[in-house]
């Protein structure tokens, strides 16, 4: 038996061991790849550089972004603040 086989053959009952009965109900991580779309959003959305998330993802930076712009909640008012608190000290 191939690994990926393995994998998809355990992964329904290991999430629904690993989750809360909501989550597990919901399409939440449906597939062992999910994890990774989770992980490579969760790490742009908490701030960290798109040049080391493509690196630890083994993509480009565009590659990177192509895929995953969409799921960067928020980022234009952290930019906003950002430039704020940046202009307020040449005051």
Do not use: F
Request: glycine letters at 4%; proline letters at 7%.
């Amino acid at each position: 038996m191939s690994s990926s086989t393995y994998y998809y053959r355990v992964w329904p009952e290991a999430r629904l061991l690993a989750l809360p009965p909501a989550a597990a109900a919901s399409p939440l991580a449906s597939r062992p790849y999910d994890l990774r779309h989770s992980a490579l959003s969760t790490w742009l959305n908490a701030g960290v550089d798109p040049t080391e998330v493509a690196e630890r993802a083994g993509n480009s930076v565009e590659v990177l972004l192509s895929r995953y712009a969409k799921c960067l909640d928020g980022r234009q008012e952290v930019a906003n603040r950002r430039i704020e608190d940046l202009l307020r000290e040449y005051e």
